[in-house]
């Protein structure tokens, strides 16, 4: 099981809390939302909880609860602009299917 950042998305991170002034990583989770079923949620960390599982990418800490975990095993987070938009990109191998504004997701 794992979860990984690329280096842009490590680099966004690690420049974030830089800036941010605290923080020891990033958590990566789902919520139920969306019409295709579930949303990844981002949150910076200041406290690792008891449960977390905790991957490293590039020096960046990626923290995941235990009951996100099955939906996002294999995702690898990347960073990216296009055009005048910029942001995470998820890719997910348990994604089915996706809404058509790209909110949500199905597995």
């Known amino acids: 099981m794992a979860v990984t950042l690329t280096q842009q998305a490590a680099n966004h991170i690690g420049r974030y809390l830089q800036k941010r002034g605290k923080g020891i990583g990033l958590r990566l989770g789902v919520r139920t939302t ?6 990844y949620k ?11 599982q905790v991957f490293e990418s590039f020096g960046v800490k990626v923290f995941v609860d235990p009951k996100s975990m099955p ?12 055009g005048l938009n910029e942001g995470f990109k998820f890719q997910n191998p348990n994604e089915k299917a996706s809404c058509g504004c790209g909110e949500s997701f199905t597995v």
């Open 34 to 39: 969306g019409c295709s079923g579930m949303a």
């Open 42 to 52: 981002l949150e910076y960390v200041d406290e690792v909880q008891a449960e977390d």
């Open 71 to 82: 939906y996002i095993d294999g995702t690898e987070l990347d960073y990216a602009r296009e």
